[in-house]
């Protein structure tokens, strides 16, 4: 075979795979490969066509824009075509197009005495969406239209009335009578995060990327669908226009401004090529922290006298390109799943990569969460997979390539012990309890049985044990701490406060003057408060939040220990579920041990600091209507528990009441509730247990609720998620509790607000659909303000 006819076949499939792929990514909204994937075949062929010009054929893909409108919507015919992007990846890229630029207009090049004129440029941030046209007749929006093919789209004039920021009436006065206004509709980031967790919560489909996501709300047949997404519009142009208009591309977007049009704030004017470079390279700084996610940023020649002139290729203007950023999606093979022990057990599935670079960075591990994650990726060992690396967060494997399975991939399974120690590995349970009754589901995490006997947790726990927040053992790094459990050294955290210098200073990097330092240090911690005790221990779903909030409510060790469930749920921001962990904690006998070595004053001698009498806070909240309330008596609610606890002031009088006297307090049907709840042995007793140990910490039923008058958000619960950028979470919080307000860790009914930075998640999630208060940090610096802070 020549080759000529080597490269005409090569083309031949080019031109299928990216007609494919063009349909997926265009009208289905759910391509398979990543987009970095799709350009690498599109250069391919474009680089052949351009060695082989006779080969280029009209339906080329690289001919063309997008892929046919999807016939279930109406079509639009474009009067203005909406065309493609030609694409910058290197600098030199955009060199070359300031230069056709230059030749097009008849320029000459540049000299150091200033000679040419400066071609200018306007600068904006490629979003990554689709793109959508919005008419204007007599400044109403009368009809909203995908690209579709470039010169046919979809009819999606509901679909786009739903977008918050898509105005639906010009502001002002001044524009043309017709005016067709072009730009992109995208999910933000946290959008995006807040969307998938809500499909994943309701068991929906979720979106391996906010294009995607986008794409795929916009182009719903059910407009109402699309009212629910977080959709924006960002506007970048025109299209056909009846009027006059402005003779820059910057003065026409300014003018679409003051008409209510939202444009990029990112919007630059750029003199000349390297100030592109420039604008480039700061956009590229800054773009994990922009709210929203871009695959580059375009230039287009301002003077729209210049791009007249300049004119069009096939699918691309002359006058514009688009420079992308690196891909953060790419494609690579899952050369197996291993899987790894942490702190608490949990035994998490980590997909080991054929290393692939994403965004600039070598990635060779990514995580799958959890197994039920890699039943919903449908993942096998030896698949062709997209990895996903945004921001700081760990590589994701975001979806599988099933075109490319190969006939040996093996399914991905979760060994039956613990690849560490060899313990039995289990699936933990879930139990929620309502009036009453406990129902099991299963979790989505698998746990090695081990706990402390398992080398992996014992390293885990001690490297938490010793860490900054909780014990604060300095000198003591990870791989000492591996060395020592290897060597049998320690085999809990007790062992730490028995260490021998003979024993230290065999260790790898250890001299006489380290492991003084270290003794010293370990000697040195054995004040801790109760609050860093507690975190320290390692106890599961309880970080330094509830910690402190156990530390400061029971203040003391011993009661926390002693703590029943229910009584813990008293505690503010403590669930039962947690209340579980805290109280199984605690009433492992191995852990028992460990806790009762450490504080012996003859093994290690630890002396817990901030302990005295019970929060005057917690005694305020728990009446005896609150405790009924807490029992979940079937049908039974905070209005019932109370009206029991007006009339019978105890529980042993609820006990003892009869019938007459129960049916004077509370309807029929939840007189009988409360006499058959208790008639249960095991829920009477279950009920006095609570009663005595609440009575045991120096409670007693009659107390008040006390507030924290005078503070403008007392009462108030706010929680604080995402990230914030103008102030660290700490001082954040610092200034709600100033202000009177309690800061919580996870939103409820109860929660006054929530203050949402970008990549917030499952919280805003709930809170926008509890129908709370949600405020950005903007809104949230202007509610400080006007407190004075
Ligand atoms: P493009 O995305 O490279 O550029 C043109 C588009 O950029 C415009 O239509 C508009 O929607 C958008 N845009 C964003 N900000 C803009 C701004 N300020 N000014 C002007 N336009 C702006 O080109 P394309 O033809 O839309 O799509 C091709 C791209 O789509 C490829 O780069 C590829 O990565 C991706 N793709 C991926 C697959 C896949 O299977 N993964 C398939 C087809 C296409």
């Known amino acids: 075979m020549t080759d000529a006819s080597i490269a005409a076949s090569r083309i031949l499939q080019l031109r299928a795979e990216l007609d494919e792929h063009n349909y997926r990514y265009h009208v289905l909204d759910e391509p398979s490969v990543p987009d970095a994937e799709y350009d690498r075949l599109f250069h391919e062929l474009k680089a052949l066509e351009t060695l082989y010009p006779a080969l280029v054929t009209a339906d080329s893909p690289t001919q063309r824009v997008g892929s046919l409108a999807l016939s279930a919507f109406g079509e639009i015919k474009h009067e203005v075509p909406m065309l493609s992007l030609g694409n910058a990846f290197e600098e030199t890229d ?82 043309p009578v017709v005016l067709e206004v072009r730009g992109e509709v995208f999910m933000s980031k946290s959008g995006f995060a807040a969307l998938n967790a809500r499909q994943l919560e309701q068991g929906g489909k979720t979106f391996a990327n906010p294009r995607n996501a986008a794409a795929g709300s916009l182009r719903q047949l059910d407009s109402k669908i699309t009212a629910s997404r977080p959709l924006e519009f960002c506007c970048y142009g025109i299209g056909q226009v009846q009027g006059e208009l402005p003779s820059t591309h910057i003065g026409i977007l300014e003018a679409l401004k003051q008409w209510g049009m939202p444009i990029s704030r990112e919007l630059k004017l750029a003199n000349g090529a390297d100030e592109c470079l420039a604008y480039y390279r700061d956009i590229g700084e800054r773009r994990e922290s922009l709210v929203y996610e871009i695959d580059g940023v375009v230039f287009k020649v301002n003077s729209l006298a210049y791009q007249r002139e300049l004119g069009f290729r096939a699918r691309e203007p002359r006058w514009a390109i688009a420079h992308k950023f690196p891909a953060l999606e790419e494609l690579t093979e899952l050369l197996d799943v291993e899987f790894q022990v942490g702190r608490t057990g949990a035994v998490t599935p980590v997909a080991r990569l054929k290393p692939v670079k994403v965004a600039g960075v070598t990635v060779s591990n990514a995580t799958l969460h959890n197994m ?128 021998k210098f003979e024993q230290i200073i065999n260790l790898e990097g250890f001299a006489e003057v380290s492991c003084n330092k270290l003794l010293q240090a370990i000697a040195d911690s054995k004040q801790p408060s109760l609050a860093r005790f507690i975190y320290a221990l390692g106890i599961p779903d309880v970080g330094e939040e509830t910690a402190k909030v156990l530390a400061r409510v029971l203040a003391s060790l011993e009661r926390v220990q002693q703590a029943l469930p229910e009584v813990l749920t008293y505690l503010p921001d403590i669930g039962l579920e947690v209340a579980h962990e805290i109280h199984s904690f605690f009433a ?202």
């Open 372 to 499: 039920d994650e890699v039943v919903r990726l449908g993942v096998m060992i030896g698949d062709t997979v997209t990895i996903r690396r945004a921001g700081d967060v760990i590589p994701q494997v975001v979806q599988v390539v099933l075109e490319r399975r190969p006939v040996d991939a093996r399914p991905v399974q979760i060994p039956e012990s613990c690849p560490v120690c060899g313990s039995h590995v289990e699936r933990t349970q879930l139990v929620k309890r309502s009036k009453g009754k406990e129902t099991f589901s299963e979790g989505s995490v698998y746990r090695c049985v081990g706990r402390l006997t398992c080398a992996a947790q014992l390293k885990q726990a001690i490297i938490h044990f010793v860490s900054r927040r909780a014990m604060d053992i300095e000198g003591l790094g990870d791989k000492t701490i591996e060395q020592l459990v290897d060597e049998g050294l320690i085999t809990s955290p007790a062992d730490l406060y028995r260490l």
């Open 588 to 789: 492992d006998s191995h852990n028992r041990q460990v806790i009762a070595a450490l504080l012996s004053r003859d093994e290690c001698g630890l002396q817990l600091q901030e302990q005295g009498e019970l929060s005057a806070e917690f005694s305020a909240s728990v009446t005896l209507a609150a405790m009924l309330d807490k029992l979940n008596i079937p049908s039974v609610g905070p209005g019932g528990a109370q009206k029991l606890a007006d009339k019978f002031a105890n529980l042993e009088a609820i006990l003892a009441a009869d019938w007459l006297d129960m049916r004077q307090t509370l309807p029929e049907k939840q007189a009988k509730a409360v006499r058959e709840f208790f008639d249960n042995v095991a829920n009477a007793e279950r009920a006095r247990a609570i009663e005595a140990q609440l009575q045991a910490f120096g409670m007693h039923w009659h107390s008040e609720k006390k507030v924290i008058a005078g503070l403008p958000l007392a009462g108030q619960t706010w929680v604080l998620t995402g990230s914030l950028e103008m102030m660290s979470r700490d001082v954040a919080k610092e200034k709600l509790e100033n202000l009177g307000a309690k800061v919580a860790g996870s939103v409820s009914a109860k929660t006054s607000c929530v203050v949402a930075g970008p990549g917030a998640g499952s919280k805003l999630a709930k809170a926008s659909e509890l129908g709370l208060r949600v405020m950005d940090e903007a809104q949230f610096l202007d509610a400080l303000a006007d407190f004075g802070l």
């Open 94 to 175: 955009l060199l070359d197009f300031e230069r056709r630029v230059r030749e097009g207009l008849d320029l000459p090049a540049g000299d150091l005495f200033g000679g040419a004129a400066v071609v200018e440029y306007s600068c904006e941030p490629k979003l990554d969406g689709l793109a959508v046209s919005l008419l204007y007749r007599d400044g109403l929006l009368v009809r909203g239209a995908t690209r579709g093919d470039g010169s046919t789209g979809e009819d999606i004039s509901v679909n786009v009335r739903t977008i918050r920021n898509v105005p639906l009436k010009l502001q002002g006065e001044g524009w």
